[in-house]
């Protein structure tokens, strides 16, 4: 909780250390403000508490989601050196105070107990995200991602607001443990048939949050929005807005409705398939490895569905770890592209396509192996962090009784195998095409940043134990 | 200890060959390659011909999901941990006589291999298993993906995502017995699995057949999963190539063994008609494909498949003829094929060829080649007194009991092997001497140093195949009286 209230503070502290005119002091200061809120979140743990006047509960999942997004967010300030060096972004204090507030945002998303504050959690996050996603001024793709993205945005929390209204006016409460009780009850009544309020309001919550973790056919908006933005904020995009969406999810499905799955249960199940299929097959068809990985991340929200779906107490452990093997092995990915990118940059754009990597292996074998072992961890193969990540994802399901869950199972497997076809076109261009032979060179921080990333993933893929027992 | 020890060797091996440069790498590759040979040879004179599963030992790995580090060898395992361990120092000293750029990333990508190989052999828990057989692939990709022919990149990728995506199903398959244990944690040990399959019926076992049969169907590779396989084997580097065939095949053959038979016998009595079928139809086409074969390198491919195709026939009969036969033709067949490569690969260097058309005459130069040459080939067709003659006679025997009219068909291949073994000898060795076949230069000493053992082993096995036979029978009964 006091994560909340140190990082808005320290948001507000990044805006006046702007005024210091150093750019040097900006990322390592933002580096200690998220290490200090990772270490306050912490002391929260082991105690179920409800803060403001029952707004927020913290207990031990709020607790490591929250640490799942701050280590996200730390990944992401590590590799944000170089930026905001250029004239466009003469004011970078800005943006480093604009992630802290987004940050703000999305631990509110995984502690909210009212549905007033996942609205507001929600709302703080994306407008975050609409300026950061339009944070490269001069270019006319990032103008247009951030125009879409807003337009796209607020209609969908708009209907996330319809949603909680509906919702309120059904149930009477913004509780979601009150609500819980108000559908138990209504299900005791009326044995399973609920009235068309809370059925709609159960909807268009559902798809206000959809849209924010990029489901299909609610994902529309993704490839162009992250194609569009700045890379970095491509990366904070596809990792800490997702873990924060999947996880308020969550907390709304298990905690408000579980007495409702035969209204929402099938429908969701239909979702995920769309999104596993739509995010795998259109992955095939980019030629840029930057869309590639927009798309992946609609592919991985398909798979954290799963798990969310399947209602297990082991579930809760399997989307932690899948959103922190998914989440380490994207920031890899997209500080792989960030670097190579600009060596390859074109008439001054950065060439963000998969001939850009042809001959990395030679140019700088370390970045190679970083993005061979990004990619490995999300097609899911052993060794890696992605591997398990999967696995306890496919043993949730298949524990699961309902049929309707193997299907889902064999749309996933057959993903998953899409999934390894694209995700080795970067290691091919990587490692067996050649490139031109000018060296690339990275600055310390990146290097330690990323054999970090990389040590976890392989670590987390041999000994998933370390960490999934805390969960 | 010794199992974990049999694992861990390689592992260091390769990453203390990665820190060398060049030459050394070679040599510190082979001499760590040979410790791993004593090893397995200790672990050859200690095992007991009994039942039990030796050298076992098991740590916790997952401990929230009842997942453990647990690695034993029994009879069955123990031919395939020889194979590997005889087979890997041959395979590294075939190579020392090219330079390939970047060796030690090479050399250490074959000890890596072996290592997930020699896991995959003595894993007793199935996620270990699956870990194993998984990792396997990625050394061996690579190996032929970097250091192979011109169309490597196409060609290695089908064969990557064709063998992940059978591996997937078998994960699934997986997945669901695991589920099926008891306990809240569940087990993931080989003997609750055995167990839990006890108590499945027919419709779930044939579901558990599918998947498991997609996934080693597609490594072995069975008709008509096969289709990645000879291009695989001809544009990988020679190392590869043996790597594939001689070890990384029995990956397929094995599973059959240990999953397939025990966990899913109902749907085999069921299904095994088909499934022998199948085979018998890939020992009939790729022979015939392979006598039509004008390159060396894809006429063994084509052997190999066929060869593979007579393996899983005899597992799918069930009898311990069959499973006894298979076993110890696993072990020939390595032999056999990494020599066939070695020398495809020794007159590739010398004449840049592999066209049957353009070779011939080399006997004139190079007698010594002829020889091994020829006592490589006999193994392969079966000849009495070879070690593949042991294993054929098995297998056929094994098929014929189960099936008198697949046993004649499949008896076919020792016909049709004699007949495009002999070609390929008679037009690469005997004949006119071509223009790039002149002054063949003689074999040098690391080239010697290959042969000969080979060739020993070729019949030395074919004279007492009991060396092996006897250790592997009480595991293969053990096996056999849990399928009843």
């Known amino acids: 909780m006091n994560a909340i209230i140190a990082l808005s503070l320290f948001g507000i502290g990044s805006l006046f250390l702007g005024f210091l005119n150093n750019r040097k002091i900006l990322l390592p200061a933002t580096l200690i403000f998220t290490l200090i809120a990772l270490g306050l979140n912490f002391a929260d743990w082991n105690h179920e508490y409800l803060w403001f006047n029952s707004m927020l509960r913290t207990n031990n999942l709020s607790v490591n989601f929250t640490a799942v997004i701050l280590i996200s967010t730390l990944l992401v300030v590590a590799i944000s050196r170089g930026f905001g060096d250029d004239k466009e972004h003469s004011h970078p204090a800005e943006y480093y105070a604009i992630l802290m507030f987004s940050v703000v945002g999305a631990i509110m998303m995984v502690t909210y107990e009212n549905l007033l504050m996942l ?5 703080i996050l994306s407008v975050s995200m609409y300026v950061l996603t339009g944070s490269d001024k001069r270019n006319l793709r990032s103008n247009e991602a951030a125009l879409k993205y807003f337009l796209m945005g607020s209609f969908a929390t708009g209907i996330l607001l319809f949603g909680i209204a509906l919702v309120y006016g059904a149930t009477g409460s913004f509780d979601i443990h009150g609500i819980g009780l108000a559908v138990r009850d209504a299900k005791a009544q009326m044995g399973g048939i609920y009235g068309p309020i809370l059925t709609a309001g159960v909807i268009l919550m559902l798809v206000g949050l959809l849209f924010k973790i990029s489901a299909a056919p609610f994902h529309f908006w993704t490839p162009d929005v992250y194609d569009g933005a700045p890379s970095l904020f491509t990366a904070f995009m596809s990792t800490v807005v997702k873990t924060a969406g999947v996880a308020a999810t969550y907390r709304l499905l298990s905690i408000a409705f579980p007495d409702m799955y035969g209204t929402w249960g099938n429908p969701m199940v239909y979702i995920t398939a769309v999104t596993l299929i739509v995010g795998n097959l259109t992955a095939v068809y980019q030629q840029s490895f930057k869309r590639m990985l927009a798309y992946s991340s609609i592919s991985h929200a398909g798979y954290l569905l799963i798990t969310v779906l399947a209602k297990r107490p082991e579930t ?16 890899s990915a997209f500080a792989v592209l960030i670097v190579v990118s600009e060596a390859k940059s074109k008439a001054g754009k950065p060439d963000e396509s998969f001939d850009a990597l042809n001959g990395l292996s030679k140019n700088n074998p370390f970045l190679a192996f970083v993005l061979a072992v990004s990619m490995l961890s999300l097609a899911g193969i052993p060794l890696t962090a992605g591997f398990f990540g999967k696995f306890f994802i496919f043993t949730d399901a298949f524990s699961n009784p309902s049929s309707i869950f193997k299907s889902l199972l064999v749309v996933a497997v057959l993903m998953s195998a899409v999934g390894i076809y694209y995700y080795f076109k970067p290691i091919i261009a990587a490692y067996m095409r050649s490139g031109d032979t000018e060296k690339i060179e990275i600055s310390p921080i990146f290097k330690y940043t990323l054999i970090l990333t990389t040590i976890l993933t392989i670590l987390l893929g041999i000994a998933p134990d370390l960490v ?3 969960f | 200890m010794l199992t974990i020890s ?4 390689p592992i260091i091996a390769g990453l203390l060959t990665l820190t060398n440069k060049g030459e050394n790498a070679k040599k510190i590759a082979s001499i760590f390659a040979f410790a791993e040979l004593i090893l397995g040879g200790y672990v050859y004179y200690s095992f007991i011909p009994n039942a039990t599963t030796q050298f076992a ?11 453990k580090f647990s690695v034993g060898i029994d009879g069955i395992s123990l031919i395939l941990v020889c194979l590997t361990t005889l087979m890997v120092p041959f395979i590294i000293l075939s190579t020392f006589n090219n330079n390939y750029k970047n060796a030690p990333t090479f050399y250490a990508l074959i000890l890596f291999m072996q290592a997930a190989l020699i896991g995959v ?24 993906a970097i250091w192979g022919g011109e169309n490597r990149i196409k060609v290695t990728f089908k064969f990557f995502i064709y063998t992940m995506f059978g591996s997937l199903f078998m994960l699934l398959a997986l997945v669901y017995l695991y589920i099926q244990t008891p306990g809240i944690a569940h087990k993931a040990d080989f003997e609750s699995i055995y167990a839990v399959a006890k108590t499945l019926d027919i419709t779930q076992q044939s579901y558990l057949f599918g998947a498991f049969f997609i996934a080693f169907a597609i490594k072995m590779p069975l008709f008509p999963f096969h289709t990645w396989q000879p291009d695989t084997y001809v544009e990988a580097p020679t190392a590869g190539t043996m790597l594939l065939s001689g070890i990384m095949l029995k990956m397929g053959t094995y599973g059959l063994i240990r999953f397939i038979l025990p966990i899913t016998p109902l749907a085999v009595d069921k299904y095994g008609m088909v499934a022998i079928i199948l085979s018998i139809i890939g020992i009939v086409y790729g022979s015939i494909i392979a006598i039509q074969q004008k390159d060396m390198k894809r006429l063994i491919a084509y052997s190999s498949f066929a060869h593979v195709g007579l393996m899983a026939a005899g597992i799918f009969s069930g009898n311990i003829d069959g499973i006894q036969g298979a076993l110890i033709q696993m072990l020939a067949h390595g032999i056999n094929v990494v020599g066939l490569f070695f020398i495809v690969e020794i007159i590739q260097q010398r004449t840049n060829s592999r066209e049957l058309a353009r070779l011939g005459g080399i006997t004139q130069t190079t007698p010594n080649l002829t020889v091994y040459f020829i006592i490589l080939m006999l193994g392969s067709v079966a000849m009495p007194l070879t070690n593949g003659f042991v294993g054929e006679f ?8 189960y099936n008198a009219w697949a046993g004649a068909i499949a008896g076919l291949t020792i016909i049709l092997g004699a007949v495009y073994m002999l070609r390929m000898v008679q037009k690469s060795m005997f004949g006119i001497t071509s223009r790039i076949t002149e002054g063949f230069a003689d074999l040098t000493l690391s080239e010697k140093v290959v042969l000969f053992p080979l060739s020993f082993m070729v019949i030395g096995l074919g004279i007492a195949p009991n060396m092996f036979l006897k250790l592997t029978e009480p595991a293969v009964n053990q096996l056999l009286s849990i399928i009843k």
């Open chain 2, 121 to 144: 052999f003595t894993a007793r828990d199935i996620f270990l298993f699956y870990f194993f057989f998984e990792i396997a692939l990625i050394p061996v990709y690579f190996i032929a």
């Open chain 1, 119 to 123: 609205f507001v959690g929600l709302e």
């Open chain 2, 6 to 9: 049999l694992i861990l060797l």
């Open chain 2, 394 to 401: 098995l297998l056929l025997k094994g098929v014929f009991q």
């Open chain 2, 57 to 67: 030992v098991s740590y916790d790995w997952i401990h929230s999901a009842g997942i």
């Open chain 1, 316 to 331: 809760n452990a399997s989307i932690l770890f899948y959103s922190l093997a998914y989440s380490i092995a994207t920031i």
């Open chain 1, 468 to 470: 999934k027992k805390l």
